[in-house]
């Protein structure tokens, strides 16, 4: 079983950075990939980042490459999402989750989910 509690969202400007952190409990979280979703209003969740479990591999989708960065620190069983040049379509709930599967981009391969937390991008 993991649990995870996202927090570091807030209201924000374009151009802004904000660093979004995923807390993990559980004996199993060093053996899960980790990722970010995003949910905007009125929008389908889309895949936004992922972790390998060793930390090796990221995988990032078109609209944050190279303005997100996703990284994980096994000694505090935390997932980090720095969050770099926001733009208002940045805008939306994040939420980390965990999964056992290399399907990092498909929610549904995802065994546990947080909240999510609430990031707002302003023009």
């Known amino acids: 079983q993991v649990q995870l509690v996202e927090s570091g969202g807030g209201l924000v400007q374009a151009g802004d950075s904000l660093r979004l952190s995923c807390a993990a409990s559980g004996r199993t979280f060093s053996s899960y990939a980790m990722g970010w979703f995003r949910q905007a209003p009125g929008k389908e969740r889309e895949f936004v980042t992922a972790?390998?479990?060793?930390?090796?591999?990221?995988y990032y989708a078109d609209s944050v490459e190279g303005r997100f960065t996703i990284s994980r620190n096994k000694a505090k069983s935390t997932v980090y999402l720095q969050m770099n040049s926001l733009k208002p379509e940045d805008t939306a709930v994040y939420s980390c989750?965990?999964?056992?599967?290399?399907?990092?981009?498909?929610?549904?391969?995802?065994?546990?989910w947080g909240k999510g937390t609430l990031v707002t991008v302003s023009s």
């Open positions: 972790i390998d479990w060793s930390g090796g591999d990221t």
């Open positions: 989750a965990a999964t056992p599967y290399a399907k990092y981009e498909v929610p549904e391969y995802y065994n546990y």
